[in-house]
């Protein structure tokens, strides 16, 4: 009679094992293996040693790489370029096109997943198949392009400096071709809304220079990085120094929200650059749009999970109210003084339904005027959450 191998002795077992291993190699099941770059949301994990472990999770924001290189903090005025006048101009620069073309379909409901609910982008790694052909030593515009300092989802950009002057500015080099017709929708309105923006704590938009499938941005370079790379090295700040920092980036939203009637849409630890003496720079205008517009019903959000206020997270189109900025002021207030996101887990589903719930503690050692403000800007509540006004003028900001 016939034994199966588990009657067999070890020897038996081994010998019949080394007969069947073959055929189970022919006939194993493939692992599956899905293709995510023609949706353009390649994924890399996060490898910074530096980082603390609420970094590290999944679905934060803050995997994205930075704009800017990391660095540490100081404390002035500007990094603008004195050679350059704040006015942004255009030109369409008549050249061949440096990218080879290539056509990437995504449906709605691809982009909604890549750009608020899966983790963002962390590599761009720039293939030969898609990667536009510039190498460190091309000029643009007079500026001689050097190391790259950062990436975002069609973009790369790189620190440049001019042959004459010497003066710095970064390039933000957007690769057009992988852009749908609506990430070029989006584009046109952020080039836009930034060339009209000129504010001491805002990144200034100098120059626009178009090829055929490129688009060259000159901006103001900041030496210092983002406060991201900052609390990474610092973990956390005391109340004095947070409340520059944090009075800082309210002075730019101030701008922002009342003077030019627009909502960032996307604030967050990563687009907050600091100057080469320390000052705030907000930067990234790509989900900025006007305030009480009606014209983005058709549109699917964007933004980073962990910073949405809940009643965006409701809704699959942007909304257009600034209390939505105001909640991300209030994790990001957070995270300077705790150390921590007020909002956690490794599961969206989860981290949704927190922010939902508005489940945050605040930690009693704080003082009391900084723990009414953070519960002012984290209020569920829309008509009880503070405006931009109010957090400027509230006591911990006035003491």
């Given amino acids: 009679m016939n034994i199966t191998p588990f009657q067999k002795t070890n020897e ?9 291993q073959p055929t189970l190699e022919r006939t194993k099941v493939p692992s599956l293996l899905i293709d995510t770059n023609s949706l353009g949301i390649t994924y890399t994990p996060y490898q910074n040693k530096l980082d603390d472990d609420i970094f590290k999770q999944l679905n934060f924001p803050h995997m994205k790489k930075s704009l800017y290189s990391p660095s540490s903090d100081s404390s002035s005025t500007s990094c603008s370029p004195t050679t350059l006048k704040p006015a942004a101009t255009e030109e369409l620069v008549n050249v061949d096109s440096i990218i080879p073309k290539k056509t990437i379909a995504v449906s709605p409901a691809a982009s909604f997943l890549a ?37 975002g989802g069609f973009s790369i950009v790189r620190k440049a400096h001019h042959q004459t002057t010497g003066t710095l500015v970064a390039v933000k080099i957007i690769n057009q071709h992988l852009m749908t017709a609506t990430d070029k929708m989006r584009l046109e309105r952020e080039l836009t809304i930034w ?34 790379s900052f609390l990474n090295t610092v973990k956390k700040l005391e109340e004095e120094q947070a409340k520059k920092i944090f009075k800082e980036i309210c002075q730019g939203v101030y701008y922002l929200h009342v003077d030019v009637k627009v909502c960032h849409k996307d604030l967050k630890l990563e687009n907050i650059l600091l100057s080469d003496q320390g000052h ?105 959450r503070c405006t931009i006004d109010q957090v400027l003028n509230s006591k911990w900001l006035k003491e």
């Fill in 12 to 20: 038996e077992f081994k010998s019949y094992f080394n007969f069947i």
């Fill in 195 to 228: 060339k009209s923006l000129h504010h001491p704590r805002i990144t200034q938009l100098y120059k626009i220079i178009k090829t055929d499938q490129t688009c060259f941005i000159l901006c103001d370079y900041c030496s210092e990085g983002n406060l991201l």
């Fill in 115 to 151: 750009n608020f609910m899966s983790p963002p982008d962390n590599s761009f790694v720039l293939s030969n198949n898609t990667s536009p052909q510039i190498n460190q030593h091309m000029m643009i515009d007079g500026y001689l392009l050097g190391e790259s300092v950062g990436f």
């Fill in 280 to 384: 705030v720079k907000i930067c990234d205008f790509g989900l900025a749009i006007y305030q009480n517009h009606h014209r983005y019903a058709d549109e699917w959000v964007g933004g980073s999970l962990a910073y949405a206020s809940p009643e965006q997270i409701k809704q699959p189109n942007p909304l257009t109210c600034p209390k939505t900025d105001i909640w991300s002021l209030g994790v990001i207030l957070y995270a300077l003084v705790v150390g921590a996101l007020p909002f956690t887990d490794t599961y969206d589903l989860r981290l949704q339904q927190k922010i939902l719930d508005a489940q945050y503690d605040v930690p009693m050692h704080l003082s009391s005027h900084l723990q009414q403000l953070i519960r002012s800007c984290l209020a569920h509540d829309t008509d009880k």
